[in-house]
């Protein structure tokens, strides 16, 4: 369906039988209409072609579902296929339109119905639609679908049958042998159908008597009354009696249950209201029949046939369908518990073909596999909605394996050279014949093919400032699919930044992912406005952060910062301990120093030289000098130690830093206790936020 402003939109809903007929129906040469499915025959071996052909009415019908091969009837005339604005043309001996096959996938026909049958999805699905509408019990309007029981119709100012038979007497005998007669005839059969309903037509004629107004308006007063009079059972004390405050509980939940059908019946008839739509449709008259190509039958031998399930549904429905017509038109006086019992076959021949198995148990065929029915078919990840209209490939798009990528930025991707060059080959064509480095597309796709080293060069300029698209399925929220800078990789595995795994439910254990490039300028200021992923750091269900570190990433970042406060194990296991017979060779001179005060150094640089030449160790605890302009976060409290010198200068040491304060040159020093670890650990974070600022420069200009 396409809207007024030429969106594609999917609808689904009820439909009505006026509506059902108009996609199958079409008036053949002779006047005649065919659409409607008759015999549940399917092909017939033709002598003259010696070929199986459809059969004529059956379940692939030519002339209702369109001709097998393009413009070739049924008779083997061939006609050239004119435009679809010129008159329909038919073969005057078949019948057969002469249109393209692809017609076979998309024209639909119809089974006309010997009697109205309930919707299974609107009956027994919970909550059950036509249950709320008509304020019954599921389990009785059951029973009448399936004709285990019957109502009376009221008939007003009119002698009812039932009103006939109470004013007789049991006991008086002069009235059961006239009565006994009068039962057998063709007027009694008229009457007791006139006054007496079971089945689903009764539900049909329960549903088009439905007033939504009139629902409403009586909904609403008996919800505010039960309202009223469960505030009042809330706002009694306990009463002492232990079964009396049972009972006042019972009847408040009973309100509460009562009150939330209400609402729902409400809002069902508010919808109906607003829809335009009528709930007699919850019974169908005519059963829509899908098109061929959508339920395939294939012949792979002589002997070896393979059909879809949905084919030998139709067929028993067909079957059912005329048996029940036969009876009830064709016999004069059939018994009634032998209507009862073809309808409700053929009820549960279209609850199959709808739900199989929401019934009780599912019909299987005779390898005890499960017929698949319409809801299996839409339903699920294999379904016809999420693997074949939403998972279908696109144009523009790749899939690959993710690993991780440590050394990458929040917002960036590592992206393979081979995924990179077929989807952004349109834009190295452009660049390359922009540049005057192709003549042609042509000569510019020869040099994509050979992989040419300037190929490589506008690629790396193309992907600079385009964004891409990664997306893991299923997307159950908008973090399943965000926006990255892309980087070129050497290998076929997608980059991704550990921290960005939570948003996507992603882990490095052979997930896969999509990738997808914004093509117009619109998408792509999407992406880099709304998508990134710098941009998507917290979650929108809860403002909790998505980018949080877990697992590995927490491992190594204590071990960076922890020290050497590791317990019995930093003597046992320190590479510079003298007691390890493993570590006797190492000379003491690098480590002669730390044996008596620690370390002093005047900057950060000077302590990580000291690492580089095996001086200190990656936990070993050393003071240093810090600039009072950088950030020092430190629960200072009472010093633990104060030394006074002769000149003035005296040093407050705390737990982790010291403070030096000269009274001759007025100026104070800070030196902290620190490890390497914890410096490299502080670069990384300085460099990340410089990153990010200088990120928000190139892409937003501020």
Same mark, same amino acid.
């Given at each position: 369906?396409?809207?007024?402003?030429?969106?594609?939109?999917?609808?689904?809903?009820?439909?009505?039988?006026?509506?059902?007929?108009?996609?199958?129906?079409?008036?053949?040469?002779?006047?005649?209409?065919?659409?409607?499915?008759?015999?549940?025959?399917?092909?017939?071996?033709?002598?003259?072609?010696?070929?199986?052909?459809?059969?004529?009415?059956?379940?692939?019908?030519?002339?209702?579902?369109? #001709?097998?091969?393009?413009?070739?009837?049924?008779?083997?005339?061939?006609?050239?296929?004119?435009?679809?604005?010129?008159?329909?043309?038919?073969?005057?001996?078949?019948?057969?339109?002469?249109?393209?096959?692809?017609?076979?996938?998309?024209? !639909?026909?119809?089974?006309?119905?010997? +009697?109205?049958?309930?919707?299974?999805?609107?009956?027994?699905?919970?909550?059950?639609?036509?249950?709320?509408?008509?304020?019954?019990?599921?389990?009785?309007?059951?029973?009448?679908?399936?004709?285990?029981? !019957?109502?009376?119709?009221?008939?007003?100012?009119?002698?009812?049958?039932?009103?006939?038979?109470?004013?007789?007497?049991?006991?008086?005998?002069?009235?059961?042998?006239?009565?006994?007669?009068?039962?057998?005839?063709?007027?009694?059969?008229?009457?007791?159908?006139?006054?007496?309903?079971?089945?689903?037509?009764?539900?049909?004629?329960?549903?088009?008597?439905?007033?939504?107004?009139?629902?409403?308006?009586?909904?609403?007063?008996?919800?505010?009354?039960?309202?009223?009079?469960?505030?009042?059972?809330?706002?009694?004390?306990?009463?002492?009696?232990?079964?009396?405050?049972?009972?006042?509980?019972?009847?408040?939940?009973?309100?509460?249950?009562? !009150?939330?059908?209400?609402?729902?019946?409400?809002?069902?008839?508010?919808?109906?209201?607003?829809?335009?739509?009528?709930?007699?449709?919850?019974?169908?008259?005519?059963?829509?029949?899908? #098109?061929?190509?959508?339920?395939?039958?294939?012949?792979?031998?002589?002997?070896?046939?393979?059909?879809?399930?949905?084919?030998?549904?139709?067929?028993?429905?067909?079957?059912?369908?005329?048996?029940?017509?036969?009876?009830?038109?064709?016999?004069?006086?059939?018994?009634?518990?032998?209507?009862?019992?073809?309808?409700?076959? /053929?009820?549960?021949?279209?609850?199959?073909? /709808?739900?199989?198995?929401?019934?009780?148990?599912?019909?299987?065929?005779?390898?005890?596999?499960?017929?698949?029915?319409?809801?299996?078919?839409?339903?699920?990840?294999?379904?016809?909605?999420?693997?074949?209209?939403?998972?279908?490939?696109?144009?523009?798009?790749?899939?690959?394996?993710?690993?991780?990528?440590?050394?990458?930025?929040?917002?960036?991707?590592?992206?393979?050279?081979?995924?990179?060059?077929?989807?952004?080959?349109?834009?190295?064509?452009?660049?390359?014949?922009? *540049?005057?480095?192709?003549?042609?597309?042509?000569?510019?796709?020869?040099?994509?093919?050979?992989?040419?080293?300037?190929?490589?060069?506008?690629?790396?300029?193309?992907?600079?400032?385009?964004?891409?698209?990664?997306?893991?399925?299923?997307?159950?929220?908008? /973090?399943?699919?965000?926006?990255? *800078?892309?980087?070129?990789?050497?290998?076929?595995?997608?980059?991704?930044? #550990?921290?960005?795994?939570?948003?996507?439910?992603?882990?490095?254990?052979?997930?896969?992912?999509?990738?997808?490039? #914004?093509?117009?300028?619109?998408?792509?200021?999407?992406?880099?406005?709304?998508?990134?992923?710098?941009?998507?750091?917290?979650?929108?269900?809860?403002?909790?952060?998505?980018?949080?570190?877990?697992?590995?990433?927490?491992?190594?970042?204590?071990?960076?910062?922890?020290?050497?406060?590791?317990?019995? +194990?930093?003597?046992?296991?320190?590479?510079?301990?003298?007691?390890?017979?493993?570590?006797?060779?190492?000379?003491?001179?690098?480590?002669?120093?730390?044996?008596?005060?620690?370390?002093?150094?005047?900057?950060?640089?000077?302590?990580?030289?000291?690492?580089?030449?095996?001086?200190?160790?990656?936990?070993?605890?050393?003071?240093?000098?810090?600039?009072?302009?950088?950030?020092?976060?430190?629960?200072?409290?009472?010093?633990?130690?104060?030394?006074?010198?002769?000149?003035?200068?005296?040093?407050?040491?705390?737990?982790?830093?010291?403070?030096?304060?000269?009274?001759?040159?007025?100026?104070?020093?800070?030196?902290?206790?620190?490890?390497?670890?914890?410096?490299?650990?502080?670069?990384?974070?300085?460099?990340?936020?410089?990153?990010?600022?200088?990120?928000?420069?190139?892409?937003?200009?501020?």
């Amino acid at each position: 369906m396409i809207d007024q402003y030429k969106h594609q939109q999917l609808r689904i809903g009820l439909v009505s039988p006026q509506q059902i007929s108009a996609w199958a129906n079409k008036t053949v040469p002779t006047g005649e209409i065919v659409g409607e499915v008759k015999t549940d025959k399917t092909f017939y071996y033709d002598p003259d072609s010696e070929t199986k052909k459809p059969e004529k009415g059956g379940l692939f019908c030519e002339r209702i579902f369109g #001709p097998i091969k393009s413009g070739v009837c049924a008779c083997g005339e061939s006609r050239k296929i004119g435009d679809e604005k010129e008159k329909r043309t038919f073969c005057e001996e078949c019948g057969v339109e002469f249109v393209d096959s692809r017609i076979r996938r998309y024209q !639909m026909g119809y089974i006309k119905l010997a +009697c109205p049958m309930a919707h299974v999805w609107y009956l027994k699905r919970r909550p059950s639609y036509i249950a709320n509408l008509l304020d019954k019990p599921l389990k009785d309007l059951e029973n009448l679908v399936y004709s285990d029981l !019957m109502f009376a119709r009221p008939i007003a100012k009119k002698p009812t049958f039932l009103r006939l038979r109470g004013s007789f007497d049991s006991d008086t005998k002069s009235w059961s042998y006239p009565l006994a007669q009068f039962l057998r005839t063709k007027s009694f059969i008229k009457l007791r159908d006139r006054e007496i309903s079971a089945g689903a037509g009764a539900i049909r004629e329960l549903l088009a008597d439905l007033d939504f107004r009139v629902i409403i308006d009586s909904s609403l007063p008996e919800w505010k009354e039960l309202k009223e009079e469960k505030e009042e059972l809330e706002k009694r004390e306990p009463t002492g009696d232990e079964f009396e405050d049972q009972e006042i509980e019972k009847r408040i939940e009973k309100m509460e249950r009562r !009150m939330r059908f209400l609402v729902r019946r409400m809002e069902l008839a508010k919808h109906f209201l607003q829809t335009n739509v009528k709930p007699e449709w919850m019974v169908l008259c005519l059963l829509p029949v899908l #098109p061929p190509e959508l339920r395939p039958l294939f012949k792979i031998s002589e002997v070896q046939i393979i059909s879809s399930d949905l084919n030998k549904l139709y067929k028993d429905i067909l079957v059912a369908n005329k048996r029940l017509r036969q009876i009830v038109e064709e016999t004069q006086f059939s018994p009634e518990i032998l209507v009862t019992s073809e309808q409700k076959n /053929l009820q549960e021949a279209v609850d199959t073909l /709808l739900d199989n198995g929401i019934g009780g148990n599912p019909r299987r065929d005779r390898n005890k596999q499960v017929y698949k029915s319409f809801s299996d078919i839409l339903a699920g990840k294999e379904g016809r909605f999420r693997e074949t209209l939403l998972g279908k490939r696109v144009d523009y798009s790749g899939r690959s394996v993710i690993v991780v990528g440590p050394l990458l930025a929040l917002h960036q991707c590592g992206l393979p050279r081979e995924i990179a060059l077929e989807l952004f080959q349109t834009f190295i064509i452009r660049c390359l014949i922009r *540049q005057r480095l192709a003549s042609s597309v042509k000569t510019a796709k020869k040099q994509i093919r050979e992989k040419e080293r300037i190929v490589w060069e506008i690629l790396e300029q193309v992907i600079k400032e385009h964004p891409v698209l990664l997306n893991r399925a299923p997307t159950l929220h908008r /973090l399943g699919i965000q926006a990255f *800078q892309p980087i070129l990789v050497k290998e076929r595995a997608i980059y991704l930044h #550990p921290l960005v795994c939570k948003g996507f439910n992603a882990d490095f254990d052979g997930d896969q992912m999509a990738v997808h490039v #914004p093509l117009s300028l619109e998408a792509q200021t999407e992406a880099i406005l709304l998508m990134f992923s710098t941009r998507n750091l917290l979650s929108p269900a809860n403002g909790d952060p998505v980018c949080v570190p877990t697992q590995d990433m927490l491992i190594g970042l204590y071990t960076l910062t922890s020290g050497n406060r590791r317990g019995i +194990c930093a003597n046992r296991y320190n590479l510079w301990n003298r007691r390890n017979c493993q570590n006797e060779r190492i000379d003491d001179k690098h480590y002669g120093s730390t044996k008596g005060k620690e370390l002093l150094f005047c900057n950060s640089d000077d302590a990580i030289g000291a690492y580089r030449q095996k001086r200190i160790n990656l936990d070993s605890p050393f003071w240093l000098r810090w600039r009072l302009g950088q950030r020092l976060i430190v629960s200072r409290g009472l010093p633990v130690e104060v030394h006074y010198e002769s000149l003035g200068t005296h040093h407050e040491i705390y737990g982790h830093c010291k403070i030096v304060r000269s009274v001759k040159t007025k100026r104070d020093f800070i030196y902290i206790r620190t490890t390497v670890g914890h410096l490299f650990f502080y670069r990384e974070i300085e460099g990340a936020i410089e990153k990010v600022r200088a990120m928000d420069h190139t892409w937003y200009g501020t």
